[in-house]
């Protein structure tokens, strides 16, 4: 690939990494082990179950004295986007823009040799943000790839070959000058029940939700009112009902997937310049949802027609992009905002909405689980590894991995960690195999 000059503010790229984060649910498992083949893995959780990884990283001798870290499989240079990576099907998805167009590239995991390119013509012009690329990460099922660009183009390719199967243009189809949203469009589309949902925004068209048919990309049908949020939907059984649960602008929305009917609604959300953004949880039959911004955290019991909510605070965890992963029945995450400091690293048990112990003054990142331990990737490009435990802190290795800020979504597949900033997307082996 040839260097290519990318323009940026830092100040700016702050505000579009909301559009990115969260997933945390029970949707069904898409992947087979060693696979991440959508936002926050095969689960939408951020949890890696089947991967193994090094409990400390090799220290490497360099010029200009030693350096610590896990090896770089393999690196290269990337455009514009927030969008993290997929992994399934023997092949690496990054989707991101150079000049006036989204590419999306499948890549050889060991080698981040490409295979094939589709692009798509684009658009999008930010108005909060320098950056111009997409924000949502690939959606890999049953042999397609599924795109949703940051001005709401959605398009359907061939995972072996890359070939369009269709595309369309839903900010022209159902949303509205005034429904654009701050960021552009940051919320990834779920596979369930044999549809592709999209929580689209599209309110004044009562296509707030919409699904599409997987073949042709077709509507099937569109639902509520609601303005889109940058927080990714998830899939649950509840009380024996199958469910599809987005949080939008103001609310947390759970919709039955065949017909579009609204099971339940929950307000949350607050007007003004805020952002929902994390992705909700379901555990044992209760949602929990967080968001900075003065919103803060809310748990309630789902199991019922009409929801009840157990604790709200703003004094637990209020994230303002980070999904919280779930270990032992114990919550891990990031209270605070990146852009007003500090933020701290916690640990919270969520039935109660109490804390357990919290690292002050730890700066914003995204969370994976796997083998008992914490992946976090610092928005500083720093990369750490930590136990899961209610014990307090407990740090295992850390390196710098990136060199600027990163706001993209890490992924974990086959013991390779993908990471990228504004400038580079590097494989990390941490697997410890290769020491």
């Known amino acids: 690939m040839k260097p290519f000059l990318l323009l940026r503010s830092p100040a700016c790229r702050l505000a579009s990494l909301a559009c990115l984060f969260g997933a945390i649910g029970l949707a069904p498992a898409l992947a087979a082990a060693g696979e991440w083949p959508q936002i926050l893995g095969p689960d939408r959780n951020g949890i890696a179950q089947d991967e193994r990884i090094a409990e400390r990283w090799p220290v490497r001798r360099a010029q200009g004295g030693p350096a610590d870290g896990p090896p770089v499989k393999w690196q290269r240079e990337v455009g514009s986007g927030l969008a993290g990576m997929a992994v399934a099907g023997g092949k690496a998805l990054l989707f991101h823009r150079i000049g006036d167009e989204e590419l999306a590239e499948a890549m050889d995991p060991s080698t981040g040799q490409v295979i094939w ?67 552009g469009a940051g919320s990834s589309p779920l596979v369930e029940g044999g549809k592709l949902l999209v929580n689209l925004g599209g309110g004044r068209a009562g296509a707030g939700i919409v699904a599409l048919d997987l073949d042709t990309g077709n509507t099937i049908w569109k639902a509520t009112g609601e303005e889109a949020s940058y927080s990714s939907p998830i899939a649950a059984t509840i009380g024996g009902r199958r469910q599809a649960i987005f949080v939008t602008r103001y609310h947390v929305v759970s919709i039955d997937p065949k017909t579009g009917d609204v099971l339940w609604r929950i307000r949350f959300g607050a007007r003004g310049p805020t952002v929902n953004a994390a992705n909700p949880l379901v555990l044992d039959g209760h949602v929990f949802v967080s968001a900075s911004y003065g919103v803060g955290a809310l748990y309630a019991d789902v199991r019922q027609a009409q929801p009840k909510t157990v604790w709200k605070s703003d004094d637990v965890m209020s994230s303002q992009y980070t999904t919280c992963v779930r270990s032992n029945g114990l919550l891990y995450g990031v209270d605070g905002r990146h852009d007003v400091p500090p933020a701290a690293l916690r640990c919270i048990e969520p039935s109660q909405g109490r804390v357990i112990w919290s690292e002050d003054n730890y700066g914003k990142a995204s969370l994976i689980l ?38 993209a979504l890490p992924a974990l597949a086959g013991g390779l960690l993908y990471v990228r900033d504004q400038r580079a997307l590097k494989c990390l082996d941490l697997s410890g195999k290769s020491e």
């Open 370 to 407: 796997a083998d008992g331990k914490l992946i976090i990737l610092k928005t500083d490009g720093q990369l750490l590894l930590a136990r899961a435990t209610d014990a307090g802190y407990r740090p295992l290795a850390t390196a710098q991995v990136l060199s600027s800020d990163t706001h």
């Open 117 to 183: 390119t589709a692009r798509f013509p684009t658009r999008y012009v930010p108005t909060y943000t320098a950056d111009d690329g997409p924000r949502c990460v690939p959606l890999i099922h049953g042999g397609r790839v599924y795109l949703y660009g940051a001005r709401r183009g959605l398009h359907c390719v061939r995972l072996d070959d890359g070939k369009v199967l269709w595309s369309r243009d839903l900010f022209k189809d159902y949303v509205s000058a005034a429904e654009e949203g701050f960021f």
